[in-house]
C-alpha cells in the first residue's frame, strides 16, 4: 500500500535558520506533490505545490524540492521566524477514477522556531 | 469573508446518537470533501464528492454518509455514534475534482461519551 513518511514528527530550530522537513514516499508515483500549513485548532492551509517535472518551487521564503527518483520531497524555510511555528503537512495527489484525485497527506512535522 | 465554513465547532454527544455536521463554501468550488483527522493527526480523506460524483474511502464505515443539498453544501451524517469515532472533522473544497489547491475548513471535533 501508499506510504508517506514525514520523518520527523517535531523539529526545534533557533530564528532565523533555515528549516529543512523532509517527505518520503513509497509505492506511489505522484505527479504531483503539496504542503500545508496547520496551525493549532485550526485547518490546513495550503503552500507550494510541485509537478513530477519541477526540480524545484519558491514562494518568497518557502523552497520546495521534489526527486522522482528518489521519491522525496523537502520544504526549507529560510530565515525562520516564531512565526513559522506550526505542523507541516505533505500530501500526494493520488488518482481515485472518473478524472478525480484524492489527496493522502503524511503525519506532519511539528515545527518550533524558538527566538 | 469565511471560505469554508463548518457547524458546529465542537460537538458532544452519547454512543448510538445520530448527529449531522454542516459545511458550506462560497468559493464556487464544484468539489467539496470530508476528512477526518484523529488524535495522532493523522488526516484522512473520508469523501470527495462533486455534483456528478461521490467518491468513498472504503475504510469509512456506512454509518458515515455525506449529504449535499447543493453545490455550496456538503453536509456529514453520522448513526450510531461510536467511542472511535472522537476526532475532528475538517471540510474542505478544491476548483475542480483534478489537480488543485484545497481550502479547509475550521473543523469540527466531535467527542462521543
Known amino acids: 500500500s501508499q506510504k508517506i513518511e514525514q520523518n520527523s514528527e517535531a523539529l526545534n530550530i533557533q530564528e532565523g535558520k533555515t528549516a529543512t522537513l523532509t517527505c518520503n514516499y513509497t509505492?506511489?508515483?505522484?505527479?504531483?506533490l503539496q504542503w500545508y500549513r496547520q496551525d493549532p485548532g485550526r485547518g490546513p492551509v495550503f503552500l507550494l505545490l510541485?509537478?513530477?517535472?519541477?526540480k524545484e518551487k519558491r514562494k518568497e521564503r518557502l523552497k520546495v524540492t521534489f526527486d522522482t527518483t528518489l521519491k522525496q520531497s523537502l520544504f526549507h524555510i529560510t530565515a525562520s521566524q516564531p512565526a513559522d511555528s506550526a505542523t507541516y503537512l505533505c500530501a500526494l495527489d493520488m488518482y481515485s477514477g472518473a478524472g478525480s484525485y484524492q489527496l493522502t497527506f503524511g503525519k506532519g512535522t511539528k515545527l518550533s522556531v524558538i527566538p | 469573508d469565511t471560505a469554508v465554513s463548518q457547524t458546529p465547532k465542537y460537538l458532544v454527544t452519547q454512543m448510538g446518537n445520530d448527529k449531522s455536521i454542516k459545511c458550506e463554501q462560497n468559493?464556487?468550488?464544484?468539489?467539496m470533501y470530508w476528512y477526518k483527522q484523529d488524535s495522532k493527526k493523522f488526516l484522512k480523506i473520508m469523501f470527495s464528492y462533486n455534483n456528478k460524483e461521490l467518491i468513498i474511502n472504503e475504510t469509512v464505515p456506512n454509518r458515515f454518509s455525506p449529504k449535499s443539498p447543493d453545490k455550496a453544501h456538503l453536509n456529514l451524517h453520522i448513526n450510531s455514534l461510536e467511542l472511535g469515532d472522537s476526532a475532528v472533522y475538517f471540510c474542505a473544497s478544491s476548483h475542480s475534482g483534478g489537480i488543485d489547491t484545497q481550502y479547509f475548513g475550521p473543523g469540527t471535533r466531535l467527542t462521543v461519551l
Open positions: 510541485i509537478r513530477e517535472n519541477e
Open positions: 509505492n506511489y508515483s505522484p505527479a504531483y
Open positions: 468559493l464556487g468550488h464544484d468539489t
